[in-house]
């Protein structure tokens, strides 16, 4: 996969260098360009910014410097050019304001040949330039990755490549490592505790089920948990879940936790 990533800051991504990310550039798996929008600018000040148009507090990223860039980096002959061309990048761009970045969005995006993100700054883009590029036919997603805001898009940008990498066939060295991660499939919920050895410590023990050596008690065990804290912390997702793909255990472990199972979705008793 080729990821090109346009910032004021491009020194920020030194760190995709570090870890499974740096081990997967090295065998090829991935290769991470940063580019700094500066490069772009045409005057000696190297500016990228200017003040609102309305009025307002904080500066707003110009369009001219990203579309200089965007053009180059997309393949766009020149800005009059109707469609993108084949084998255009996605395009995508961090926003508070924009919907929520989600396990199913990495799992997309996992299997693109190309992503190309734009780190904002400051009060933010100038909003034509996500508009316009989808008017040329271009993929751009805009995401958030949460309820709360940023100095800028590189910490949203290092997010979504940690979530979206990780993904893709050979980056983990064991893949049997991410089918159970909270988040993972369909009918998601969030993982279970993990312990390791030893099975006390500071006096607190590990669950017996976990030492009994029965490993159908135990996937129960951490699937009842998994159920438990999903109901406890995001019951959203144990709302969404197809009653009828739910086993006999799963029905009754809901119950105990005050949830319906007789519909097409879970419902709390008092809803």
């Known amino acids: 996969m080729k990821i090109d990533i346009v910032s004021v800051f491009p020194e920020y991504f030194e760190v995709m260098n570090l870890s499974l990310m740096g081990k997967a550039q090295a065998k090829g798996l991935l290769e991470i360009k940063a580019h700094n929008l500066r490069d772009w600018t045409h005057d000696v000040h190297h500016s990228v910014d200017d003040t609102p148009v309305g ?51 990495a799992t997309e995006l996992s299997h693109a040949d190309h992503l190309l993100f734009g780190c904002g700054r400051y009060e933010g883009y ?96 951490r699937r009842d948990e998994a159920l438990a804290r999903t109901a406890e912390i995001r019951p959203d997702l144990i709302a969404a879940l197809d009653c009828k793909a739910l086993d006999k255990a799963d029905r009754k472990t809901l119950m105990a936790l005050g949830w319906e199972v007789s519909a097409a979705h879970p419902r709390r008793h008092a809803d």
């Open 55 to 105: 009025g307002g507090a904080g500066m707003v990223m110009k369009p001219e410097v990203w579309s200089e860039c965007l053009d180059e980096l997309l393949g766009f002959s020149r800005p009059s050019d109707s469609s993108a061309p084949s084998g255009t990048p996605v395009l995508i761009f961090p926003n508070p304001s924009a919907p929520l970045f989600t396990q199913r969005d």
């Open 126 to 221: 100038d909003a034509r330039i996500p508009d316009y590029y989808r008017s040329q036919g271009v993929d751009v997603r805009e995401y958030s990755i949460g309820d709360y805001v940023l100095n800028g898009g590189e910490v949203a940008v290092s997010v979504m490549l940690e979530a979206i990498t990780r993904l893709m066939p050979g980056f983990m060295g064991n893949p049997d490592s991410i089918v159970e991660e909270s988040y993972t499939g369909e009918g998601a919920l969030l993982e279970h505790r993990q312990y390791t050895k030893p099975g006390v410590w500071r006096g607190i023990a590990v669950p017996d089920v976990l030492l009994s050596g029965d490993h159908g008690k135990v996937d129960r065990f």
